[in-house]
């Protein structure tokens, strides 16, 4: 098979978070775009109240932008955009991942953002930036298949709208 396919695993919320769910049937990869402004310490927290624009980067501000599950580091801070649809946050696009993985991020401390998760809200009309604390992960192997399941578990650190 040529190309690549976005096959989510799994929608809803679970008990600690909201899941995000990609799947790679490819080796072959794209270059991520360009890295806009990421949260810094003077962005919003989006605990309850409206999330406030990302300030704008500066050259030694903040984590890097996760842009690829290939080498990432657990522990790890990093800033990623997600967008609010069918009442879960998920990727906007694919983020290359090791063959025969697919992959979700487990939000672990989502209800202490009440606004980032009200369905019909301000941010369900745009990607925000989170800023993310990989705190974990693990990984499973599927049952009689040449395939994994990987499970990052972040902590939100901050949210702001790019």
Known sequence: MSGMKHRPLGAGV?????????C???TSTTAPPAEPAQPSAQASAATGAAVVPCPPASPD????????????????????????????WSLPGYIPMPHHHATRIELTN????PVLT???????????????????HEVTKVPGRDAWRATYFARILEVCAP
Do not use: Q
């Not at 009200?118 to 974990?136: K, T």
């Open 24 to 26: 790679k049937e490819s």
């Open 110 to 113: 989502l209800a202490e953002h």
């Open 118 to 136: 009200s369905v019909g809200g301000a941010h369900a009309a745009r990607p925000l930036r989170f800023a993310l604390e990989l705190a974990s």
């Open 61 to 88: 501000a903040g984590a890097p932008r996760l842009a690829s599950f290939v080498a990432v580091d657990v522990p790890g801070t990093y800033w990623i955009d997600l967008v609010f649809a069918d009442s879960e």
């Open 14 to 22: 679970v008990a600690s978070g909201v899941l995000l769910a990609a």
